[in-house]
């Protein structure tokens, strides 16, 4: 089996000029459940052979940290995409060589017939968190997200360098992060799943009335249209690899926090709130560089 094989999860396509929808999923090892709802979905595309505009690719992300269960080996792959990295063709480390094996992977795909290009990056959290989207405003990006049924956070990727939809977003698809809930929650690969078959209605006119069934996990996301929320980031919580940092237990994603709440401890001091805002992404795993997040809700 060649790198390639062995890089994609499924690809397909009906004969029609359209898109290129490219997926991926485990960009962090510990967080398979976007790959288990691509596998679902592949196999239902392949067994009942509807008809899409374009072509739909899915790619695991770190397939060597996904096999040990981890993070990452020897540095986070959603750090890595930066312009240096990717002008440096330097692979000395894991990650920059599984990144450059997605990026080969792309550049095979992509040709004269897509019409576009898209992206949708699966990700799940280490705290209870209810689905959303993590969107860099480039392009048609936030145009796009907005056509989606859950919360979405704008700007994670202008303060965090290196993530890959900074970098897809960089080289001209359009599309956003989505993070499906906690790590080990069944409902993250449903919302995964969900997500997978409205990007491919969107951007490939897929019809799920041609399906034997429309899939129950698309109904569950869409149901959250009418409470979505857009959300802005306004303050970030940096670790250092040797900081001790100890997050309060309980914290979920969208929890709203008041001036003068404890919310953490980093080195032994105490970590005050000094907003009336909402937390985002607190940190409840050994690895990572974020303590956590701070929104606000803004209009759309």
Not at 121 to 129: G, I, L, M, P, Y
Not at 215 to 232: D, G, H, I, R, Y
Not at 259 to 274: D, P, R, V, Y
Request: net charge negative.
């Amino acid at each position: 089996m060649n790198q390639e094989d062995k890089r994609i999860i499924g690809a397909y396509e009906t004969g029609n000029e359209g898109p290129l929808m490219f997926i991926s999923a485990g960009i962090h090892g510990n967080e398979p459940s976007g790959v288990t709802a691509l596998k679902k979905v592949f196999e239902i595309l392949e067994k009942e052979r509807p008809e899409i505009s374009g072509k739909a690719i899915g790619v695991y992300g770190n397939r060597t940290a996904l096999e040990k269960g981890v993070r990452y080996i020897d540095e986070d792959l959603n750090r890595t995409w930066t312009e240096k990295n990717v002008a440096s063709q330097e692979k000395n480390t894991n990650e920059k060589r599984e990144m450059f094996e997605i990026i080969e992977i792309l550049k095979t795909h992509s040709d004269s017939r897509n019409t576009k290009r898209y992206f949708l990056d699966c990700h799940t959290t280490s705290s209870d968190s209810p689905p959303y989207i993590s969107v860099q405003e480039v392009g048609d990006n936030d145009a796009w997200a907005h056509r989606f049924p859950v919360n979405i956070i704008r700007g994670f990727s202008d303060i965090v360098f290196g993530c890959i939809d900074r970098y897809l977003s960089r080289i001209g698809l359009t599309g956003f992060v989505f993070e499906g809930g906690q790590h080990e929650s069944k409902d993250a690969i449903i919302y995964h799943e969900a997500m997978i078959w409205l990007v491919l209605v969107e951007a490939c006119g897929l019809d799920l009335k041609k399906l034997s069934q429309i899939p129950k996990a698309v109904e569950k996301l869409s149901v959250q249209k009418e409470n979505q929320k857009t959300f802005e980031i306004i303050y970030r919580q940096t670790l250092d690899d040797d900081d001790q940092f100890e997050m309060q237990p309980g914290y979920e994603n969208f929890q709203s926090i008041e001036k003068g709440e404890f919310l953490a401890t980093q080195n032994g001091e105490k970590i005050l709130s000094t907003w009336d805002a909402f937390i985002f992404m607190p940190l409840y795993q050994s690895q990572g560089n974020d303590g956590f997040f701070v929104v606000e809700e803004v209009n759309k």
